[in-house]
């Protein structure tokens, strides 16, 4: 199956605060064909989740109320085999080794492209696929990919 193909069956939620941001990948998403929500905050999505579980989950960090890492931490300890992606600004390095540590699978900082978020997408979208082991977590290690 080619990845737009594959792409165009999967379930995404946006969580940014930033409405132009949030509306753009929002439009990208379903111009794949994506079943596209989007939220505001992390509080907004949190029950919307539960009621359908996502396949892939793209919040930003920096949100108001409970911030875009414990949002994501939450969303994995609910739906372990969610895509968790983060985007955000400032230091990569700080911002991509909490991340790391928190189970979250790619870190995109501000500002991202397109062709950025396909990278990332086709990184993990073979783990929906089973195409990889998760180890039981939902998540591919560093060395299942290497």
Do not use: Q, W
């Amino acid at each position: 199956m080619t990845f737009y193909k594959r792409l165009s069956e999967l379930k995404v939620c946006i969580v940014e605060n930033d409405e132009l941001l949030r509306d753009s990948m929002a439009l990208f998403f379903r111009t794949k064909g994506c079943k596209v929500r989007a939220f505001g905050s992390a509080e907004e999505a949190s029950p919307a989740l539960e009621a359908r579980p996502p396949d892939i989950v793209i919040s930003d960090y920096g949100l108001p109320g409970m911030d875009g890492m414990k949002f994501l931490e939450g969303v994995g300890a609910r739906h372990p085999a969610a895509i968790r992606i983060m985007i955000g600004g400032g230091t990569g390095s700080v911002l991509g080794l909490d991340a790391k540590r928190a189970g979250i699978d790619e870190v995109l900082l501000k500002p991202f492209s397109v062709d950025e978020i396909e990278r990332a997408m086709e990184r993990r979208l073979p783990r929906i696929d089973g195409g990889l082991p998760t180890n039981g977590t939902g998540r591919v290690s560093d060395e299942e990919i290497a």
